[in-house]
């Protein structure tokens, strides 16, 4: 997981992963980033991946996620 900040588009680091674009408040990103890397999460994500070799989730599984979003002042 990483924050990438760039304009640039078609960015390819790797295989195997998905982009998560911009939030509507940057102000998010520390927060997303931060529940993201929670144990809880992170079990959760483990429960829906597939595949011996080298597990993984559906794009679809993990952005149907419900994410609390807290209201920032």
Do not use: C
């Amino acid at each position: 997981m990483a924050f990438v900040e760039s304009d640039k588009e078609n960015l390819i680091a790797s295989t195997g992963f998905f982009v998560i674009r911009k939030t509507t408040k940057d102000s998010l990103k520390p927060f997303l980033m931060f529940l993201v890397k929670t144990k809880i999460l992170q079990e959760l994500l483990i429960r829906l991946t597939s595949g011996a070799i080298m597990p993984s989730i559906n794009e679809s599984n993990f952005l149907n996620f419900k994410i609390p979003l807290l209201e920032i002042q």
